[in-house]
């Protein structure tokens, strides 16, 4: 009668325990789901220098999705093969040694930048940086015979996190809550929406990483408290201070530095060590792309081993060679020697900590609690400055890693409507104004203005009849033009013949919840205006973005039906092995001809799976299992079908092997099986 039971119940014949491959379990062809009909989630993702994080809310609760490989976190790296593959996350960083030029990562330090602003990171990578003409940035990848914009290979990572994501909820992904180092400037932030959108997503909002850690550390928390938020990321450096309780979540001052994280450590690591290399072979290892690559992880591992001990030992053998012979690195470094090399790091993070409290006119005494964010923060000597300064130590109740992620999750789920009572007022990192005579910077919007916002500002005429004036918006802390960020030009014409100082030109600012500016300038006089989007300000034109949205979309039609046919191939693989050992098990008890098909059928299988035609090595495959069937009714006279041909069409649908149960028709292997749903087995 148990036999009968899991004949009907799984639809494939005889599946024993030994028999089970790939895949969920499934009843009647239906995957087993313990999550609840799919609806449309907001997603959080933490874009990270480093590591990237995607979380949802579930049951109320932020939750981190694992990734394909089982991660919480994905590594932020693209890398392209010879043979044209495109990998992402962990794949593609246990590549980087041997394809320097063609992996990508830490590309966020180069996102919505000009490439006069990069020279110092172009420094700090094996892959080559490039000027498009246009002082743009573009990375080359020799393998794909292309130069990508830093949005376009953050859009591929962004789209790994959706399709993980997608995976893990049951159901497409398609909107994202996207998280920011606060210091970012006008066209980061842009060029970040642009990423999202040639990854396919569109970005409901764009949210400062510490104002998302703090939403995940204040989510249930009913007393109000005044914490700061020390966010040391792999490319970036953040400090917020806020208030926090009952639901409002209060920015009153940011702070920052673009140019500062753990690739900074790691690069302390790198010089000294190939100075050192330099002093006693003569031979600069910055220079060898791949030699690079490999002092770069194995700085990292040493950076973070220090994390725990007090010394830790650089081995790399055959780093290069001479006409001596091969070369090798063994080294000793320790906690004390590295904080040395460190040392004006650590004094660069204390700086905007101390801005950040000024401007929200506190004292380190005023703060309830300390929050450490982003993986750098676990470097003994960090935790030590903000420990000193702060005079307690900080809150380490959330995981550094995930905590952004997680409040882009809450975020995402206030948008969605699926979380309620909370307030979110967060504020602008750097002051917005316009260029005026003498090339001096008007403030219009001071730094940690609470958004969203808007401010108007009345100008004039320069010289006697000016027809027209041009604007020139700024963003930055600095008193003259030349030395802040200029976030795009525009002019507005037909102004009437008068004396200078006559006519007035209104110009408006609005910032929306993203921090995303746009302008508008009119003439009170003949009421003419002139607006701009602070598109500019990104690095690639709207006509740009769209063409990037279809590349994403047809490399990722490309994509799949790559993966379609390296399943193919696996699935080829798995069913010759399968039959093969069916046929030396049970060919002797089947007719002549049967096996003569049979094995036929094997060897045409054989032939199609190195190929690139999928509907060839489909058509094989689904020609072996009928034949796989054959035998299985020719051995056992067409018995309970529990034939071991039975086991060759499960296998291809990624649920059993072919022949689990072809061991013998016993319960044993059916019993081990036995799969219910809801626990309505009666049997």
Known sequence: MQSATMSTAMGTGFLGSKGLRGGRASISGAPLQSRQAFRPAVVGIDLGTTNSAVAAMEGGKPTIITNAEGGRTTPSVVAFTKAGDRLVGQIAKRQAVVNPENTFFSVKRFIGRKMAEVGEECKQVPYRVVSDGSSNVKIASPNAK?????????????????????????????????????????????????????????????????????????????????????????????????????????????????????????????????????????????????????LTEAAEKAKIELSATSTTSVSLPFITATADGPKHIDASLSRSKFEQLASDLLERCRLPLEAALRDAKLSYSDLDEVILVGGSTRIPAVVGLVERLAQKKPNVTVNPDEVVALGAAVQGGVLAG????????????????????????????????????????????????????????LQGEREFARDNKSLGNFRLDGIPPAPRGVPQIEVRFDIDANGILSVTASDKGTGKSQDIKITGASTLPGEEVDRMVKDAEKFAEEDRKRRELVDLKNQADSIVYQTEKQLAEFGDKAPADVKAKLEERVEAVKKAAPGEDAAAIKAAIEDLQKEAMALGQAVYGGGAGGAPGAGPEAGAQGGAAPGAGGAGAGGDDVIDAEFTEGGDNKA
Do not use: C, M
């Open 418 to 473: 699926e979380v309620s009572d909370i307030v979110l007022l967060d504020v602008t990192p750097l002051s917005l104004g316009l260029e005026t005579l003498g090339g001096v910077a008007t403030k219009v919007i001071p730094r940690n203005t609470t958004l969203p916002t808007s401010k108007t500002e009345t100008f004039s005429t320069a010289a006697d009849s000016q027809s027209s004036v041009e604007i020139n918006v």
């Open 146 to 294: 292309k130069e990508f914009a830093p949005e376009e290979i953050s859009a591929i990572v962004l789209r790994k996190l959706a399709d993980d994501a997608s995976a893990f909820l049951g159901g497409a992904v398609s909107q994202a809550v996207i998280t920011v180092p606060a210091y970012f400037n006008d066209s980061q932030r842009q060029a970040t929406k642009d990423a999202g959108r040639i990854g396919g997503l569109e970005v409901l909002r764009i949210i400062n990483e510490p104002t998302a850690a703090s939403l995940a550390y204040g989510l249930d928390r009913k007393s109000n408290e005044t914490i700061l938020v020390f966010d040391l990321g792999g490319g970036t450096f953040d400090v917020s201070v806020l208030e926090v309780g009952d639901g409002v979540f209060e920015v009153l001052s940011t702070s920052g530095d673009t140019h500062l994280g753990g690739d900074d450590f790691d690069r302390r690591i790198v010089d000294w060590l190939a100075d050192d290399f330099k002093a006693q072979e003569g031979i600069d290892l910055r220079k060898d792309r791949q030699a690079l690559q490999r």
